[in-house]
């Protein structure tokens, strides 16, 4: 099991960037890893998913073309660049791991979570 802490999120305008951080506790080689993230009233949401050696990268049809996922696998980092945020991108966003070999849109198959990293839009 890996222990994952997520960072960088706070309060940006509309059309602004954020890069969230997620730092894992072991060598993230071992995880496909994820960004999900909940807005109030909503359920869980797929974000963005990495493979193992980041060849294979997956978004959610409403952040394709502004997000980008990227992992650093000597650090143990994880990170969502998000450009051109829009106020429907407020939400708690959270990191999550599995131990699989494909990146899986339910959030159900991932075992290991961070504590997750509030966003809010706004202007």
């Known amino acids: 099991q890996v222990q994952l802490v997520e960072s960088g999120g706070g309060l940006v305008q509309p059309g602004g960037s954020l890069r969230l951080s997620c730092a894992a506790s072991?060598?993230?080689?071992?995880?496909?890893m994820a960004w999900f993230r909940q807005a109030s009233g909503k359920e869980r949401e797929f974000v963005a998913g990495?493979?193992?050696?980041?060849?294979?990268?997956y978004y959610g049809d409403s952040v394709n073309g502004r997000f980008g996922i990227s992992r650093d696998n000597a650090k143990n980092m994880v990170y969502l660049q998000m450009n051109s945020l829009k106020p429907e991108d407020t939400a708690v966003y959270y990191c999550?791991?599995?131990?699989?070999?494909?990146?899986?849109?339910?959030?159900?198959?991932?075992?290991?979570w961070g504590q997750g990293t509030t966003v809010i839009v706004s202007s």
């Open positions: 999550a791991a599995r131990s699989g070999d494909a990146v899986s849109r339910s959030w159900n198959d991932y075992d290991n």
């Open positions: 072991g060598r993230t080689l071992s995880y496909v």
């Open positions: 990495v493979t193992r050696r980041g060849s294979g990268v």
